[in-house]
C-alpha cells in the first residue's frame, strides 16, 4: 500500500524509514519524484530522527556541541498539497 | 529502533523545507543543487561547522544506494567527531505554526506547541521543554514549534503554556491532546508531553486520495519560493 507516510519515505529514501517499513526498488514516481525505493508499507510507529527545522538553529548546536550535521531538506507538498512530502 | 534512527542520534539532523526560506534556500544550495536550480530534496553529511563532508546528493538512496551503507557512514562519521561531542540541548524547532503544522502532519507525528506571554517568556519555557524532548522517552516522537501570545492561526489557538496538538491531515489546524500550564513544574510537564504523545494516532492515508480531497476541498499550499525541481510537471509546481 502507498499513503501518504510511504510518500515521505520515498522523498527522504531511508532517513525516515520507520521500524515498520520495508522497501521495495520502484520506478519513476509521481508529482516527478525520482526513481528510488518505495514504500511499501508505513506506520508512524516508534521514535524517529530528531530533526531541527531550521538550519540557523542546527548550524549554531552543531558549532557549540562539535557533532556531525545529518542535512536532509524536503518540501512539505506534493503537486501544491501539504500534508505530504 | 530502526538503525538510521540510532545512529542519527550522534548527529545534529536538520530538514529544512525546500522553496519556504529565501535565505535559508543558499544553504540548500550549497549542499546540493540540480542544473534548474533546488530540487524538492537534497542531502549531505557536513561537519560541525557546515562543511559538506560527502558530495551532496538528491538522497541518501542515491548517494548510497543501500540503507546498510547509509548506517555505515553515519557511524564511520560520527565516530571521528565522538571524543569532543557534547550534548545536543536546543530544542528541535520549526520556523513557525503554518509549516510547523504541515509537516507534522505529513510526518504523522504530534507537534508541541510552546506559547509564551512575551519572547523572554517562550524562550523559557523552551528551555524546559527541551530537557525533556531529548529524553530517551521522548527524543524523535514530536515536532516542536516556539510562539509568543500574540501569534494565532486559523483553526487552532492553544493556550498559554505547552501544548501537544495532533494535526488535522493537511496540516490546516488541529487538536489539542494535552496541555500543560506556563508555570507547569518538570514532573507535570514531562506528563504533558508523554500523555500528549501516547494518545496521539493516526490513520495511513493513501497517497491519491490525499491529493484529490485537496483538490476537491481547495487546499493548496503556496510556498513562498517558486518549485524548481525539474521532476516536478510544470502544473504542479
Known sequence: ?85 | MNEVVEASRAFVCVRPQTYEDAEEAKVLAYVFEGRSGLENTSFALLDPEGKKLTAGSRSPTMAYGAVERFVEALKSTAAKYADDAKSIDALPTLRDLRLALNVAAADMRPLVVVRGKDKDAAAALARKVAKLAWSKELVGTSHYVVLQAPETFEGLAPELGVSVVLPDPYGLGGKVLAHAKPDADAKALAKALTDGVAQHSVEPREHDDHIREARRRGIEWKSPIPVSDPHVPERDR
Not at chain 1, 528510488?36 to 516508534?46: S, T
Open chain 1, 1 to 85: 500500500m502507498k499513503n501518504v507516510s510511504g510518500w515521505a519515505v520515498v522523498a527522504i529514501a531511508a532517513v525516515l524509514a520507520s521500524p515498520a517499513s520495508a522497501q521495495a526498488p520502484g520506478p519513476q514516481g509521481r508529482g516527478g519524484r525520482p526513481p528510488g525505493p518505495v514504500e511499501v508499507h508505513a506506520e508512524p510507529a516508534g521514535p524517529g530522527i530528531a530533526w531541527f527545522g531550521t538550519w540557523d538553529a542546527a548550524l549554531a548546536e552543531a558549532k557549540r556541541t562539535q557533532r556531525p550535521i545529518l542535512f536532509m531538506s524536503a518540501a512539505p507538498q506534493c503537486q501544491r498539497v501539504p500534508g505530504v512530502w
